[in-house]
Each structure stands twice: as structure tokens, then as C-alpha cells.
């Protein structure tokens, strides 16, 4: 898989720091979008995957989906919700920090924290996003059957639900953001992806990818100008970002990147973007409360190296045993 669609992990790294900047510095306001292109991202793998499955297999197997899926992420995830809720306020005890937690603490263990709208840490707030994924993961398992035999209703289902919540949402003043129906958009753009690339036996020439990425920056530009709804804007957004992933494919694949040290940086790096991802709100946190340094280059860089230096051990010592178990699930 790896060495067919190379440049995949150098993107969940640039899609990791974009977040990460967004979180560190007031300097990059449009960084909140890596988590839009994580989940589009996501889809489109989940998608090539159950396609790839289905053609070797015949079928697609529910369960080991969900075991594969649980193996990559509770085991972090649950790592990093426990020390937040029970580790972190007995050490800032020690230290008479005050640490707010959220009021329904056991949303975080079902996953349902981005619907937990109370004041508390950022360590954990910073998990939404991985509530929102695991929810889509429930309706990617529900429609997965359809996608093999009427795959476009079912992605006009899905757009249907997107626009219909989206314009409910607006009309009540609704932060719809944070909701799985809302991200339906990104989700629906990967399947759409996905699908694509695994049926189409030539991949599509750079000039295409180009002026699809134009095009649908050019729309986004009047849109925003014109003050147009988010919602009515975001599917440009997410074309855009398909484009991205469709062009670092295509390099990774035809012009030998991978020669570039650059290239294999910035794939080793994007092995590590989960755990990057998940430890850089707990790390954020520790910083800002127990270090104090103002807001500036220094304190970024000392929580970037941090969150590299946690995700990497991480990774070795912890992670990468889960992960092996994923050979039983294939």
C-alpha cells in the first residue's frame, strides 16, 4: 500500500502541523482546515481500502475493519483521555494549578466529546476530532455494503444529509463545526476519491489536478467575497484538498520523490502524525501551564520538539505493538 501511494504520510504530517500552528501561534488562522483534510484523508484510504479488500477477498469484512480500527486508535487515545482526566490534575495539585475538567467526563470514553460544549483543558478538547472520525466510522460500516452497489446514492444521501443539517444549523445559529453530519462534506469528497482512483486504471495527468485546483480556488475566492455561508463554500474546499492528495499520489508515483531527502523526511515524520496529532494537545497544555514562557518562536519550538520527542518513544515502545496485531485482522 505504502509503496504505491507514497507522499500519503508526508501530507498527515503537513495536515498534522498545519493544526499545530493554528493551536501555537495566532499567525496561521486558516490551520483549524488540517483537520478537515485529515478527515478527507481518511475517507479516501478507508474507501481504497474496502475496495481493495472486496477485490482480493470478494467481500469486506465488518469486523476486522473495526478490530484494525480500534487497534490504531484506543489504545492512544484511551492512553491520552486517562492521564488528562486522572494524571494531570494530581500533578497540577502538586503544582496549585488549576485544571478544569469537562463536566461529563464519560462523553471522552464513548466518544462523544465533541458534543461536551463545558470550559476544560485543552488536552482534551483537543480530541473532537477524533470523536467526530469514529463516528463516521459507524456510518462508513453502515453504508459500506451500498458503496458496491449503488454507490452514487449513496454519496447523494450523504450530500443530502450535509446540506439539509448545514442549512438547519445556519437557520438556528448552530456551531455546526464540530458535528459528524457537518463533516460529511470532507468524509463524502474521500469516498468519492477513493472510489475514483481504485475503479480508474490511469490516474489523471498533473495539468487536470492543476486546473481542478484552480477552478475550484477561483469559485472559493468569489464565494468568500460575496459573504456566502460556510457551508456553501466548504465542498470547494474540499475539491481543493482532494486535488492535493490526488497530485501527491501522482508525484509520488511518477516523478521518483522518494529520492529527495526532503520527500523521506517528511514521510518518516508523517508515520508519527497520529501520535503527534493526539500528544500535542496534552503537550500545549503542559506548557502553557507549568512552563509560563510568553507566546513565541521558543515556546513553539520547544512544544513541537516535545510532542516529536513523546510521539516518537510512543510510537516505538507502545503504539507499534498494537499495530502488529493488526496481522490478525486482515
Known amino acids: 500500500m505504502n509503496n504505491k501511494l507514497r507522499g500519503l504520510d508526508s501530507l498527515r504530517f503537513f495536515a498534522f502541523l498545519s493544526v499545530f500552528l493554528y493551536h ?3 499567525k496561521f488562522p486558516l490551520g483549524y482546515l488540517g483537520v478537515d483534510f485529515f478527515f478527507i484523508l481518511s475517507s479516501f484510504l478507508l474507501t481504497f481500502l474496502l475496495y481493495k479488500e472486496i477485490n482480493a477477498k470478494g467481500s469486506f469484512s465488518k469486523k476486522n475493519f473495526f ?3 480500534c487497534l490504531r486508535i484506543y489504545p492512544l487515545y484511551f492512553l491520552v483521555v486517562s492521564n488528562s482526566l486522572f494524571l494531570l490534575p494530581l ?3 502538586q503544582f496549585n494549578i488549576a485544571i478544569t475538567l469537562p463536566q461529563k467526563k464519560w462523553y ?3 466518544f462523544l466529546s465533541n458534543y461536551e460544549p463545558s470550559a476544560h483543558i485543552f488536552a482534551l478538547k483537543f480530541l473532537w476530532s477524533i470523536s467526530v472520525e469514529e463516528q463516521f466510522y459507524i456510518v462508513f460500516l453502515l453504508v459500506s455494503s451500498l458503496l458496491r452497489t449503488h454507490f ?3 454519496i447523494l444521501a450523504l450530500l443530502t444529509v450535509y446540506l439539509s443539517y448545514s442549512i438547519v444549523g445556519n437557520f438556528y445559529s448552530w456551531d455546526t463545526y464540530y458535528n459528524v453530519f457537518s463533516q460529511l462534506i470532507n468524509f463524502s469528497t474521500g469516498i468519492l476519491l477513493g472510489n475514483y482512483f481504485f475503479f480508474r486504471g490511469k490516474q489523471p495527468r498533473l495539468r487536470c489536478v492543476f486546473w481542478i485546483f484552480s477552478i475550484a480556488l477561483m469559485l472559493l475566492v468569489v464565494l468568500v467575497k460575496l459573504n456566502a455561508e ?3 463554500y466548504r465542498p470547494l474546499i474540499a475539491v481543493m484538498f482532494a486535488a492535493i492528495i490526488l497530485f501527491s499520489i501522482i508525484v509520488g508515483r511518477s516523478y521518483n520523490a522518494h529520492q529527495y531527502k526532503l520527500f523521506r523526511v517528511t514521510e518518516w515524520l508523517g ?3 497520529f501520535g503527534l496529532y493526539v500528544y ?5 497544555t503542559f506548557c502553557i501551564k507549568f512552563l509560563k514562557y510568553p507566546v513565541s518562536v521558543k515556546l513553539l519550538l520547544i512544544e513541537y520538539a516535545i510532542t516529536l520527542l513523546v510521539a516518537i518513544i510512543s510510537f516505538h515502545t507502545f503504539e507499534n505493538k498494537m499495530l502488529r496485531l493488526k496481522r490478525y485482522f486482515n
Open 24 to 26: 501555537t501561534t495566532d
Open 67 to 69: 478490530a484494525r480500527r
Open 91 to 93: 500533578v497540577a495539585a
Open 108 to 110: 471522552y470514553l464513548i
Open 152 to 154: 452514487w446514492q449513496t
Open 230 to 232: 460556510a457551508f456553501i
Open 271 to 273: 508515520k508519527y502524525a
Open 280 to 284: 500535542s494537545g496534552f503537550v500545549i
